[in-house]
């Protein structure tokens, strides 16, 4: 089966910086992606990873180790708007192929 | 249409009954996925198109779950004799030429099933 992993809640302060993990045991791999979903709502595509190394992108930044099986998603300067659930998913193999999701984390951001 | 859009939003039923949720993707995008999110869980994979045929039914929890797609657009999820379990979020997303170039889904907002 496809295993991935994420802390189950998160809580910071404005203003601060939070890292969300993620690690990964999967059949394949060709990329992960980065969701974020507020509650109620669809899920919105924030980042993609396939080569080892950092993608920064505004106060969002992702970084990927295929070796190590691990992904972060780190948020800088966080605003009470950032409060969502953030989802890791993989991509087992190239094509169409369904992502794989892990069960997300819920990041509460307090003043 | 400029986004996913997936009808109706909400829907309460009684257990037994038949349901059909449908999925208007984005006009081009080439390949449709349905997932399932119930309440402190991930998303469950349940189906995916690529154009009208379904390479991949795995995730379909039973025989009473069904889809097509049709014209390459629209597609209907269907749950024959629903039960209290299948109470859930259930999400479409489309994508334009499969997940190559990271640019990911387009989610639907999703209908919420509510089976009573």
């Known amino acids: 089966g496809q295993n991935i992993d994420q802390p189950t809640e998160m809580t910071a302060t404005e203003g601060a910086i939070v890292q969300i993990n993620c690690t990964y045991q999967?059949?394949?791999?060709?990329?992960l992606f980065w969701y974020q979903q507020h509650a109620g709502e669809a899920p919105t595509f924030l980042s993609y990873?396939?080569?080892?190394g950092l993608e920064e992108k505004g106060r969002f930044s992702s970084f990927l180790s295929r070796s190590k099986g691990y992904s972060y998603l780190l948020l800088k300067e966080l605003q009470m708007k950032d409060s969502a659930s953030y989802l890791c998913?993989?991509?087992?193999?190239?094509?169409?192929?369904?992502?794989?999701f892990g069960k997300g984390t819920r990041l509460s951001v307090i003043a | 249409g400029a986004g996913v859009s997936q009808s109706p939003s909400n829907k309460v039923t009684e257990k037994g009954k038949d349901v059909e949720l449908r999925c208007d993707p984005i006009?081009?995008?080439?390949?449709l996925y349905w997932y399932r999110q119930s309440l402190g869980q991930g998303l469950e994979f349940l189906i995916y198109?690529?154009?009208?045929?379904?390479?991949?039914k795995s995730g379909l929890p039973s025989d009473r779950f069904s889809a097509e797609r049709t014209g390459g657009s629209v597609s209907t999820l269907t749950i024959q004799r629903t039960q209290q379990e299948d109470s859930a979020v259930y999400l479409c997303?489309?994508?334009?030429?499969?997940?190559?170039?990271?640019?990911?889904?387009?989610f639907g907002s999703g209908t919420r099933l509510t089976v009573v």
């Open positions: 990873n396939v080569l080892d």
């Open positions: 006009s081009g995008h080439t390949a």
């Open positions: 997303a489309s994508s334009k030429d499969g997940l190559l170039g990271g640019y990911g889904y387009t």
């Open positions: 998913a993989v991509i087992l193999n190239s094509g169409n192929t369904p992502l794989v």
């Open positions: 999967t059949s394949g791999f060709n990329g």
């Open positions: 198109f690529q154009g009208n045929s379904a390479p991949d």
